[in-house]
């Protein structure tokens, strides 16, 4: 007779975690609450696999996980594990930009990172798979990884196909310039509305380097999503297969003891901002590492960020700033081919280790590379030898601020403030064309604390540039521009308003200044006149007092720290 362990001896090796739930006389409760709802004494003996599915009608982004999850699932079920679906939120920020409504989603991110972490605190799940797809779920489903830091792995539900116009490829960033541009007249209402019926053919998130591509590129480099998974589109029928493997992934993953933290280190950070700064991906990337950052209790700076990006290339031509699509990326190889150069050319360490047990030098070897692609330029031939990301201080931003840049937009500004003390009312102002060539926009309290929700403003940065104005004006604000297309766009700008950071004391008609290669900001005041200005400066009333919005505004840290929600210590 054989001393060799059977199937159900190795499979309950790997169940440790769920007895605590399920094991012994004093759990039958508990058992027979879970067999309501199907489930076997078999299924149960088995180890728990949590799907923490962030699917939802509202907007095309995640509006097909369910189909994804039903596939890993059938993966999870073949490896011998039992699954367990379970929903969190999701919050558009296609859909509700340029409204209050847009201040939910960088909120959103703590609360779905909340949610998971209390349903796998709650339920002894043995590993945990994450299921996400726009903007805040993807960086909200891996903060709550690292923090249960059980055997885990993220998939992104991939992109949208573009849409197609008179020739060209279309995103919703066409959509926000077509506003501007029918407002200036630029162009027809009949072709105002074929942009907008024809730019989102179906399911998937953006399909430009927007964030969630940008996060999904981060996600594979930095391996918590495993290689060449991320950047199957999202109603491709590969995308199904993908979703299996996973399934069949996280038992392997139990079974080697892999968890989060082992996965994004230092090293996985500092290779995350390097795929960030090489795609030209947005500036939002800066924000959530930072909070993977705090959540791993790495040590890791905007100075870090700046570093990484300055000695990195860019190489990938994509939209916003370039002319290809997330599905073209796809077609020429894929984020394995961008990994294979980043570890070609020494600007990631390809000895950190993957959700795969392999590590990304290892998993990078294996790109096929399209012949005559020209989406991901060679490191010999980059668009630029600096990175898509800058970090500029100065006496408007001491803390820091972003800006992410292609290569061929003006490096320096000097003009008159135009102050807005919220995004409508800027909006406002494009919209009429009161904004002149040589302004510098100043949209204020629109922080993590002011906003509160550091909105993303998409919609006044496209406009501008659909009325041709993009190179030839200043934005500066304490929320966010990471969709940014043309011309200048400085976001994120630490301290904020809100708190008595230098933005809310400027004033209309003050003459600010922007030197990217000086990696400065700054308003042509001296230190007395602002010292007189923050004497007399108010913060002004809250939006909110009650209600999850206020309760982030109480907690929230600076987007120099991730805007990350931060509990007192204090009694």
Known sequence: MSDSPTIRDQLAALNARSRALLAGDDRAAARAMLKAIGLSDDDLAKPLIGIANTWTEIGPCNFHLNRLAARMKAGIRAAG?????????????GITMGTEGMKASLISRELIADSIELIGRANYFDGIIALSACDKT??????????LNVPSLMLYGGSIAPGHYNGKDLTVQDVFEAIGAYAAGRISREEFKAVEDLAC?????????????????VSEIMGICPMGMADVPAMADAKD??????GELILKMIEMDLHPRQVITRAALENAIAAVACTGGSTNGVLHTLAFAREAGIPFTLDDIEAISSRTPLIADLKPTGRYTALDVHKAGGIRLIAQRLVEGGYVDGGALTVTGRTLAEEAAAAVETPGQDVIRPLADPISHHGGLYILRGN???????????GSEPRQHRGPARIFNREED?????????IKAGDVVVIRYEGPVGGPGMREMLGVTAAITGQGLGRDVLLITDGRFSGATHGLCVGHIAPEAM???????????????IDVEARLLNVELDDAELARRRAAWQAPAPHYTSGVMAKYARTASQADDGAVTIISTSL
């Open 81 to 93: 594990g039992t699954p367990l679906e379970f929903n969190t939120i999701s919050i558009s920020d």
């Open 138 to 147: 993807i960086p909200g489903t891996i903060m709550a990884l690292l923090r």
């Open 201 to 217: 053919p179906g399911p998937g998130a953006c399909g430009g380097q927007f964030t969630a591509n940008t996060m999904a590129t």
């Open 241 to 246: 297969d993908v979703a299996f493997r996973c």
């Open 396 to 406: 408007l931003a001491p803390n820091g601020a972003v800006i992410k840049l292609k």
């Open 426 to 434: 800027a909006m406002m102002a494009v919209q009429s064309q009161q």
């Open 499 to 513: 708190v008595g950071g230098p933005i809310g004391l400027l004033q209309e008609g003050d003459m600010v200044s």
